[in-house]
T-cell receptor
Framework: AQSVTQLGSHVSVSEGALVLLRCNYS??????LFWYVQYPNQGLQLLLK??????LVKGINGFEAEFKKSETSFHLTKPSAHMSDAAEYFC?????????????FGKGTRLSVIA | GAVVSQHPSWVICKSGTSVKIECRSL??????MFWYRQFPKQSLMLMAT?????????EQGVEKDKFLINHASLTLSTLTVTSAHPEDSSFYIC???????????????FGPGTRLLVL
């Protein structure tokens, strides 16, 4: 079974500041990990994913995440926040190697960016 | 990247009526699609797994007779909310995996969602 815990339901940063959104996972098998972003009244857009190829994963819009097995973490970071980054962010995990499996989502973290 | 569409994007209906939501993969084939439900300010919860040509697999606690799923082709899955009630008001999102990506690619593409309001 897999589960995801996102620490902090709301994170607020100043424009230009570092963004750090925390995600810890639990999985009985080697995990696939994902970060998605959701803008108001829209579906989910994939930011990046970890599929065991590299522990540091770079995604779109300047985001990156590092897989740390010893800490069971997959935190999302961006060096400099932009106003357009304000949205809801979801961490998700999938444990199957064969595909056709749904994702298990965390509860989400709302990112606010202050001018 | 692959595109998944949903129709309608918004629907308002009276209590007791049925509503059909379509999920289409526009430029790829998907034997499996997933239906999620999202309540305000909450995460996505998996409702069911839709398999082309066979019955859907429902998550525990989801009424299969209330949420009818039909996956008639490799590009279309439909979710019908039967005899809708106000508590069914929610944001429904589907996702699909591209068959051509390969067996071990775990990327799912999400639709834009359908917001249902039952009065």
């Amino acid at each position: 079974a897999q589960s995801v815990t996102q620490l902090g339901s709301h994170v607020s940063v100043s424009e230009g500041a570092l963004v750090l959104l925390r995600c810890n996972y639990s999985s009985s098998v080697p995990p696939y990990l994902f970060w998605y972003v959701q803008y108001p009244n829209q579906g989910l857009q994939l930011l990046l994913k970890y599929t065991s190829a590299a522990t540091l994963v770079k995604g779109i819009n300047g985001f990156e995440a590092e897989f740390k097995k010893s800490e069971t973490s997959f935190h999302l970071t961006k060096p400099s926040a932009h106003m357009s980054d304000a949205a809801e962010y979801f961490c998700a995990v999938s444990g199957s190697l064969s595909g056709n499996t749904p994702l298990v989502f965390g509860k989400g973290t709302r990112l606010s960016v202050i001018a | 990247g692959a595109v998944v569409s949903q129709h309608p994007s918004w629907v308002i209906c009276k209590s007791g009526t049925s509503v059909k939501i379509e999920c289409r993969s526009l430029d790829f084939q998907a034997t499996t699609m997933f239906w999620y439900r999202q309540f305000p300010k909450q995460s996505l919860m998996l409702m069911a797994t839709s398999n082309e040509g066979s019955k859907a697999t429902y998550e525990q606690g989801v009424e299969k007779d209330k949420f009818l799923i039909n996956h008639a082709s490799l590009t279309l899955s439909t979710l019908t909310v039967t005899s809708a009630h106000p508590e069914d008001s929610s944001f429904y999102i589907c996702s699909a995996r591209d068959l051509q990506e390969g067996r071990y690619q775990e990327t799912q593409y999400f639709g834009p969602g359908t917001r249902l309001l039952v009065l």
